[in-house]
C-alpha cells in the first residue's frame, strides 16, 4: 500500500513566524488531504489538494503528484495553530478511498 | 458545511463488555469509513462499507469487530468483547466519489 512520510516530526515556532511542512507519498494518489488535530483530537479538513494550489487565509498548500509530495505553508503563525498536522493520501480503487496517514508534524507555537 | 456526527463522545467500559460506536454520515456519501488513533500515534485505517457491505479491511479489523448500517442514516461499529489495547480515539468518515474525507469529531473510549 500507499507509504505516507511526513517532515519534520516535531516543530517549534514564534508566534509571528512562517513555517513549511512537507509529505512524501511512495505511490501514484488521486486523494490527498490535510488535517490538523485540535486539543481536543477532532480533525479537521484543511485541504483536499491531490494535486495544485490551494489557498485559504494563512494557509495554503501545494502538491505536486508527479513528484509524489505535497507541502503544507503556514504563514504568520498564531498559537491557535498550534497542534499535529496529518497528511493523508489515498488511491481510489473499487469500492475504496480508504485513507493512509503519517505520523503527523506536532506544531508548538509560542508567544 | 455538512458534518459527520459521532456518539458518544466518551465512553467508558469495562474489559470483555460489548460497546457500539455509532455515526451519521452526510447524507448523499456513499463510501463510510472507521480509523482507529491509539494515543500519541497516527491514525489507522479499520474499515470501508459501501453498497452495504465491507469493500476494505485492515488486519486490526479481527472478529471481533463488526460494522453494520441498521438504517438509512446510521452507521456503527461493534467491538464484541474489548480489551485493553482496544482503548484509543474511533473516527468515522464518510466520503462521495471524489474520496475526500470528511471525519467525525471522534469517540474516546477507554478501556479499564
Known amino acids: 500500500g500507499i507509504q505516507v512520510e511526513q517532515s519534520p516530526p516535531d516543530l517549534i515556532l514564534q508566534e509571528g513566524a512562517n513555517s513549511t511542512l512537507r509529505c512524501n507519498f511512495s505511490?501514484?494518489?488521486?486523494?490527498l488531504q490535510w488535517f490538523h488535530q485540535n486539543p481536543w483530537g477532532q480533525l479537521i479538513n484543511l485541504f483536499y489538494?491531490?494535486?495544485g494550489t490551494k489557498q485559504n487565509g494563512r494557509l495554503s498548500a501545494t502538491t505536486v503528484a508527479t513528484e509524489r509530495y505535497s507541502l503544507l505553508y503556514i504563514s504568520s503563525s498564531q498559537t491557535t495553530d498550534s497542534g499535529v498536522y496529518f497528511c493523508?493520501?489515498?488511491?481510489?480503487?473499487?469500492?475504496?478511498?480508504?485513507?493512509?496517514f503519517g505520523k503527523g508534524t506536532k506544531l508548538s507555537v509560542i508567544p | 458545511e455538512p458534518e459527520v456526527t459521532q456518539t458518544p463522545s466518551h465512553q467508558v467500559t469495562q474489559m470483555g463488555q460489548e460497546v457500539i460506536l455509532r455515526c451519521v454520515p452526510i447524507?448523499?456519501?456513499?463510501?463510510f469509513y472507521w480509523y482507529r488513533q491509539i494515543l500519541g500515534q497516527k491514525v489507522e485505517f479499520l474499515v470501508s462499507?459501501?453498497?452495504?457491505?465491507?469493500?476494505?479491511k485492515s488486519e486490526i479489523f479481527d472478529d471481533q469487530f463488526s460494522v453494520e448500517r441498521p438504517d438509512g442514516s446510521n452507521f456503527t461499529l461493534k467491538i464484541r468483547s474489548t480489551k485493553l489495547e482496544d482503548s484509543a480515539m474511533y473516527f468515522c468518515?464518510?466520503?462521495?466519489?471524489?474520496?475526500?474525507?470528511?471525519f467525525g469529531q471522534g469517540t474516546r473510549l477507554t478501556v479499564v
Open positions: 468518515a464518510s466520503s462521495s466519489t471524489t474520496g475526500r474525507a470528511f
Open positions: 505511490d501514484s494518489v488521486n486523494n
Open positions: 489538494i491531490p494535486s
Open positions: 493523508a493520501a489515498s488511491y481510489s480503487g473499487a469500492g475504496s478511498y480508504q485513507l493512509t
Open positions: 447524507s448523499n456519501h456513499l463510501y
Open positions: 462499507f459501501y453498497n452495504n457491505e465491507i469493500s476494505e
